[in-house]
């Protein structure tokens, strides 16, 4: 099985800032299988990033994705006052999973 | 417009069962890879299961043997049929499409909510 886990727990941000969040996988997971999302209280996640680098669908492109192997990371180049939420990481190798989420907190 | 509708939550007792159902629209349920994907009160998402279009299925180790993903490609809808229910099985269930040419899930349901309480 493959673990997920995010850092920091809380990022506390003022917009315009950059956030950086990093998920760290407990063995290799490839590119392919590594997807980004966003979650806001009372709504269901929304698709951010797909192979590990792709924006998905409608995505701005202040949102970017990187990494490889057990080590990727999301960036918000500039923050919106639309972007304070939780981030979660996900995996598809072997066993889908999910890592513990960011939140991005207005600081 | 591609959407999922989720229904079937309520309130069971512990050692209960219940049966989600997710019925999709503007595509085929049985075309894509569909999850069910949970969360737990104040708690992040949790990975439940997973059906590929070639109809093979994949569970959490915490909920193997008691809860079944299916689909009814006439009705074009996906289940979940929970039963030996836990407390801590108590949270909202999303179903989720996987995209047609890569792995992330596009396209949530609005979620269904499982209360297992005595």
């Known amino acids: 099985e493959v673990v997920l886990t995010q850092s920091p727990g809380t990022l506390s941000l003022s917009p315009g800032e950059r956030a950086t969040l990093s998920c760290r996988a407990s063995?290799?997971?490839?590119?392919?299988?590594l997807a980004w999302y966003q979650q806001k209280p009372g709504q269901a996640p929304r698709l951010l990033i797909y192979?590990?680098?792709s924006r998905a669908t409608g995505i701005p492109d202040r949102f970017s994705g990187s990494g490889s192997g057990t080590d990727f990371t999301l960036t918000i180049s500039r923050l919106e006052p639309e972007d304070f939420a939780v981030y979660y990481c996900?995996?598809?190798?072997?066993?889908?999973?999910f890592g513990g989420g960011t939140k991005v907190e207005i600081k | 417009e591609v959407q999922l509708v989720e229904s079937g939550g309520g309130l069971v007792q512990p050692g209960g069962s219940l049966r989600l159902s997710c019925a999709a629209s503007?595509?085929?349920?049985?075309?894509?890879?569909m999850s069910w994907v949970r969360q737990a009160p104040g708690k992040g998402l949790e990975w439940v299961s997973l059906?590929?279009?070639?109809?093979?299925?994949y569970y959490a180790d915490s909920v193997k043997g008691r809860f079944t993903i299916s689909r009814d490609n006439s009705k074009n809808t996906l289940f979940l049929q929970m039963n030996s229910l836990r407390r801590e099985d108590t949270a909202v269930y999303y179903c989720?499409?996987?995209?047609?040419?890569?792995?992330?899930?596009?396209?949530w349901g609005q979620g269904t909510t499982v209360t297992v309480s005595s």
């Open positions: 989720a499409r996987d995209g047609d040419t890569y792995f992330g899930m596009d396209v």
């Open positions: 503007g595509f085929t349920v049985s075309n894509n890879y």
């Open positions: 059906i590929y279009n070639d109809g093979t299925t």
């Open positions: 063995q290799s997971v490839s590119t392919s299988y």
């Open positions: 192979a590990a680098s």
């Open positions: 996900q995996q598809y190798t072997s066993s889908p999973s």
